[in-house]
């Protein structure tokens, strides 16, 4: 672990983490773009011996994990972003683009940024994908990329040294009193077989998105309570489609019973609904 920093910045942001090679380096996710500044100074310190960031890998597509980019790329100017195919092409489509940077502005006023949020949206762009099995070798660090989909299609897990794990977002997140929250969106099928595929790399280590670094003696539970939280969230929205619930109804019930001040810490309210909408919907349809 000692060649994996925290750089993190700012509330709601994903987990970032510098990975430091002999040669090169690596970060993993960058966060939000209110907080950006402070990301990049957190890499500075870090790098203080002349050394540069040489590539980011995205986890996925979404606004609070890739949307300090266009920053990095200003001050790294020949940087490497490298995500899933899907991501690539999300970054190419303008409405997107656009919906991202709306999001970024939404958080900045609700985390107390008032400024607003403005960049050059031809720099929020994926230069080279990557798939199930690739690895990036560091020299002295290798990051071996694992497909987990079911937060997104393009969910990616990066497994460091084969004994560190970033669990993508699909596996869920877990709070600072141990909780674990449901994350998954598109599937709930692919995000049991997700959660499966990184326990079977038995690491030592697993860093969980939007908290950092699980303690010892929640490690060895760690995936259970990922598949647990999962089914309790599809048992929970299930119930009320049977009894004839609409969706409006399940999403406010659903809010009732999973949302609580933890929860809200690290995820905006119109993000939690954006994204519970679309997984209650994935449940009711049967994926």
Known sequence: MKNIINVTSGKGSSTALLILGEDKTALIDCGMAYCSSNLIRNIQKVLNDGRKLDY?????????????????????????????????????????LKTIKELNNQSALYYGFNQLIEYDDSLMKVDYKVSDGDSLDLSGANIKILETPGHTKCSLSFLVNNEVIFASETTGCMSKSGKLYPAFIISYEQTIKSIDKCKKTNPRYIISPHFGLVSKRETSEYWEKCIQAANEARDFVLKLSTAGFDKDKIFKEFKDTFRDEEYRAVQPDYAFEINSRAMIISIINGK
Do not use: G
């Open 56 to 96: 980011i890998l995205l986890s996925h597509s979404h606004y609070d994990h890739i949307s300090a980019v266009p920053y990095l790329r200003k001050v790294w100017p020949d940087v490497k972003v490298m995500a899933a195919e899907y991501a690539q092409n999300i970054l190419t489509k303008e409405s997107a």
